[in-house]
């Protein structure tokens, strides 16, 4: 048996439907600046592996 508390509690997920909050939908942001210099500093992180 699973019980949810805090946010996710089914009375929490109620009063957020009852106020009409919980109809957002969250979004993925894309990285912002240049792709290659992201891909430079992922590629430092891997090295440190």
Known sequence: MVRY?????NVVRG?????G???A???????QG???AF???WAR????I
């Open 5 to 9: 508390y805090g946010y996710y509690s």
């Open 39 to 41: 891909r430079k500093s």
């Open 15 to 19: 009063k957020r439907q009852q106020e």
């Open 34 to 36: 240049n792709e290659k």
């Open 25 to 31: 939908i969250p979004c993925i942001l894309e990285p």
């Open 45 to 48: 992180l891997i090295q440190k």
């Open 21 to 23: 909050i919980d109809d």
